[in-house]
């Protein structure tokens, strides 16, 4: 096994994904690391090199039309990244750059998600931040965007389809959904995105549980999170919730950090394997922790959505610290990426370790099996409403029967099965309106489909059957 020093871990990231940013918020963050002695000692001059450069000039020289010299290098460059066929590792030029260079600066205006290119066409990369409109509009990973204000994403950049989706806070944005076989319209208005990324409270019921939110693990994470713990110890907490569910990763250090909090030192946090096969591992350290420590009953809450990052903080309590782990298999993430700076003004994002599980598990592709399965309701997985019409009576469409579907799981009686806007879906709808104080006009238009999704989100909230099980579970722990 290598001896750690010898490659520079923390300053690694590990993230779900490594794109453009549509609200910033996610949890990147870029060092210039040392390896331009690596590409200095490299053959430069090689007969393969030699061919990139006769293309170059030979296009300079003797193309016929206008030759944008810059973008032509640009291009060359994205298009090596793109060779490697991995979603993770991308070239960034000026402007892709400049969006990761703001997602560092403290808020944002935007929807809140995060995207990236999957056959040619912008993809929601990960869950989208919690609260965000696009969290709000029902918004999920794998969401392809088709259209952005009736503008086809087909054949744009991500660059463009991103500076067109971004926006000033109040402004809407129309996006237009395809999910499987589903096709969809959202209407976004866009929002500042705060970065907070960790939220306690006692639990509501039993005051001796500390609820902590995390949502990602940004600069200050591990941070956040030990103010968090001595302000609901302080409160009376004895044991604690640690929910990750739509966490879609972030910075390696704060993860090793906040994993040594719950581990004892000497205790295996993460391992890394290089191209060549060579291993190391992070171990629980007082240097990591500074001696900070949980010792309290803990437990961790997981989901689809809880990627990179949230797998290694989950694994490592898990497998270490003998932590239950709540909830459905995670994500699946297993790499590493550095981000280097190219020349001042572009970047390239590359993916360069795995990383294993204290037992030597790579999840990749394969997640991380919870300790104790719960699921969401089937309710929790129907689509956003569609707002690229007003649905009213006599319409037919699967866009009504997801709508039936919603408003059957909010107890009102309409065949859920049904594709038939029909008088008991209007008289629904009615209800619905008339508790909210909006015209009565048993048809769906933005405003109405906006309040029966979150009138699901809530009910999803109120019907927590992952969290029950936690609060089962610390209470048989501290028998």
């Known amino acids: 096994m290598k001896n750690k020093q010898q490659v520079p871990f923390r300053q690694y990231l590990i993230s779900i994904i490594c794109v453009a940013f ?28 030699k061919k990139i450069d006769a293309l170059y000039n030979e296009i300079i020289n003797n193309y016929v039309g206008k030759v944008d010299e810059k973008k032509l290098v640009d291009g060359a460059l994205k298009g090596m990244t793109e060779a490697l066929d991995d979603p993770y590792s991308s070239y960034l030029n000026e402007p892709e750059a400049d969006e990761l260079d703001q997602s560092l600066a403290g808020s944002f205006e935007g929807i809140g998600a995060t995207m990236t290119m999957t ?14 409109p696009a969290a709000k509009a029902g918004m999920k990973t794998n969401d392809t965007i088709l259209k ?52 306690g409270e006692l639990d509501k019921t039993d005051p001796s549980v500390g609820s902590i939110k995390i949502t990602s693990f940004g600069e200050n994470t591990f941070k956040e ?38 581990l004892k030192d000497g205790k295996p946090i993460i391992q ?23 010792t309290e009953p803990t437990v961790v809450l997981v989901d689809e959505g809880s990627a990179s990052a949230s797998e290694i903080f989950a694994a490592a309590l898990k497998e270490s610290g003998d932590k239950t782990i ?47 399965k719960v699921d969401y309701p089937d309710y929790a997985y129907l689509s956003p409403i569609s707002r690229d019409k007003t649905l009213k009576q006599g319409d037919s469409s699967p866009v009504v029967k997801n709508v039936n579907a919603l408003l059957k799981a909010l107890d009102y009686e309409v065949d859920g099965q049904s594709s038939e806007f029909s008088e008991q879906t209007k008289l629904a709808v009615e209800s619905v309106q008339k ?30 059957a992952f969290y029950e099980a936690c609060i089962k579970e610390l209470k048989k722990e501290n028998k």
């Open 22 to 49: 549509l609200a910033g918020g996610s949890c990147y963050i870029y060092f210039d690391y040392q390896y331009k002695k690596q590409l200095a000692d490299s053959p430069t001059q090689n007969e393969d090199l």
């Open 119 to 132: 056959d040619d066409l912008p993809t929601v990369a990960q869950a989208p931040i919690e609260g965000s």
């Open 148 to 199: 952005v204000d009736d503008e086809e994403t087909q054949g744009k950049t991500l660059t463009q389809v991103v500076s067109k989706i971004r926006g000033k806070k109040g402004t809407e944005v129309r996006l237009t959904i395809a999910r499987g076989e589903e096709t969809f319209e959202l209407k976004l208005i866009r929002d500042t995105i705060p970065i907070e990324t960790v939220k």
């Open 225 to 262: 999170l030990q103010k968090t713990i001595k302000t609901l110890r302080k409160d009376g907490a004895t044991s604690f919730v640690i929910d990750l569910r739509q966490n879609p990763g972030g910075l390696l250090d704060q993860v090793e950090q906040m994993a040594s909090m719950f």
């Open 272 to 294: 890394f394997e290089d191209k060549n096969g060579n291993t190391s591992e992070e171990v629980a350290s007082t240097q990591l922790d500074n001696g900070f420590k949980v």
């Open 326 to 372: 709540i909830g459905t298999k995670t994500f699946g993430k297993g790499t590493v990426q550095t981000v280097k700076n190219l020349n001042g003004k572009s970047e390239i994002k590359l993916t360069v370790l795995k990383w294993l599980t204290p037992n030597g598990e790579w999840i990749h592709e394969k997640g991380l099996e919870p300790t104790i």
């Open 435 to 464: 508790n909210s104080e909006l015209p009565i006009t048993g048809e769906i238009d933005n405003e109405t489909a906006t309040l029966i999704e979150i009138a699901i989100g809530q009910k999803i909230k109120d019907n927590d």
